[in-house]
């Protein structure tokens, strides 16, 4: 069974139903149900049409759901317009979806949230944690929106501002997280982008295509991380760096910088070094001055506690770090990172242990197992 077919035909079936008349939430239960379906049966007994059956089984249970609440008359209309078997159309939903996601009648918060669990195919847990709250709060969340947009026709999409947070968090979920969803982001953020004249469009299509350059050289054959100082350059896509570097020049050119140009621009001022030891940290430092100023965001603050230590040296960086709250995802792994380049190994040995318990996948934690082994040999010699 396809796990990766199965996430890649989602939208376009959540978006034939809503588009024959179920309402969203019941339509998006109507799906899930098709996809365990799909995951029982399919190793057996593959379809020919894998979108055209999810169609046929996903109608079918929503016209199970509706006939227990609704009308003989209703029911009989409803009936009447399933579709007949055989190939589905072979339109693609998904960005449109985005945008009907971000309905007017939801938070913006709340609208990332439901398309993120709807459309993008990720778990609660997962968009709890890129939203930095617990999953519990998350799920109520996520059914409050749900109820919210049941009963509403999505004839009034929401702003591109929303939708390009919700790719955002796809492609940094693909990119670092439990599923592969980073291609389908840069994918949809192209379309986006060819569709709308906005520099937040591009610069946002340049980050990721600036991130998605070093993939390559983020793990070992192992499987394990390796950190931007110690990676293979020539392993970066160059071609991706080029194009990431030219959409971004275009869209600061327009003096209306945002959030994600900003931080394209750090991206491609790491992208620009030939070597680590080369990395023009004091300008990182000014852009991430900038992003501070866009969105006061305290992981933001963080980052740029590295770059300043990067910068100003490791003692600047630990005062920088100071003033932000230690519960801050990676806090202890930055903490730990400061003190080492401070020469203070047992202390830098004792945080990176400490965040290794924390860190929120198994790569990561491995990394930071390591890094507190390595510095615990260096002091035993």
């Known amino acids: 069974m396809n796990e990766v077919l199965l996430r890649s035909l989602t939208p376009s079936v959540l978006g034939i139903l809503v588009r024959r008349g179920a309402d969203f939430a019941a339509a998006e239960d109507a799906v899930q149900d098709a996809v365990v379906e799909a995951v029982r049966v399919w190793p057996d007994d593959p379809p020919r049409d894998a979108k055209g059956w999810l169609v046929t089984v996903a109608w079918r249970r929503f ?10 008359r209703r029911r009989e209309d409803l009936v009447d317009e399933e579709p007949a ?43 709890a944690r890129a939203y930095l709250v617990p999953e519990a709060t998350m799920a109520q969340r996520i059914s409050r929106a749900k ?26 979920e693909g990119y670092s997280g439990d599923v592969d969803l980073a291609a389908e982001a840069i994918r949809l953020t192209r379309q986006l982008a060819a569709a709308i004249d906005h520099p937040e469009v591009a610069g946002l299509l340049a980050l990721m295509l600036l991130h998605h350059a070093r993939r390559a050289a983020r793990t070992a054959p192992d499987g394990s991380l390796v950190p931007l ?86 003692r600047a960086g630990l005062a920088a770090l ?25 202390t830098a040995a004792r945080l990176y242990a400490e965040a290794a318990l924390k860190a929120p996948n198994l790569a990561e934690r491995d990394h930071l197992t390591r890094q507190a082994a390595r510095l615990n040999a260096r002091r035993s010699r």
């Open 63 to 72: 016209l199970d759901a509706t006939r227990a609440e609704t009308a003989r």
């Open 85 to 127: 078997p055989g190939p589905a159309p072979a339109s693609d939903d998904t960005l449109q979806l985005y945008f009907l996601c971000a309905h007017p009648k939801l938070t913006p918060s709340s609208a990332v949230a439901l398309t993120l669990r709807a459309v993008g195919g990720l778990t609660t847990r997962q968009i």
């Open 229 to 314: 100082a110690e990676q293979d350059r020539a392993r970066w896509d160059t071609s991706a760096i080029a194009e990431g570097v030219t959409i971004l020049q275009v869209a600061l050119a327009r003096d209306r910088l945002g959030e994600f140009q900003a931080q394209a621009a750090i991206a491609a001022l790491h992208a620009d070094a030939p070597t680590a030891e080369e990395t023009d940290w004091v300008q990182i430092v000014e852009w991430y001055d900038e992003l501070v100023g866009l969105t006061d965001s305290p992981i933001v603050r963080l980052n740029r506690a590295v770059a300043v230590g990067e910068a100003d040296g490791p």
């Open 322 to 346: 100071a003033v932000l709250e230690d519960s801050l995802p990676r806090y202890t792994a930055v903490a730990a990172y400061l003190h080492e380049r401070d020469g203070d190994l047992k």
């Open 147 to 172: 109820r919210t947009v049941s009963d509403v026709r999505f004839d009034q999409p929401g702003d591109v501002a929303t939708v390009l947070r919700v790719l955002y968090l796809v492609f940094n």
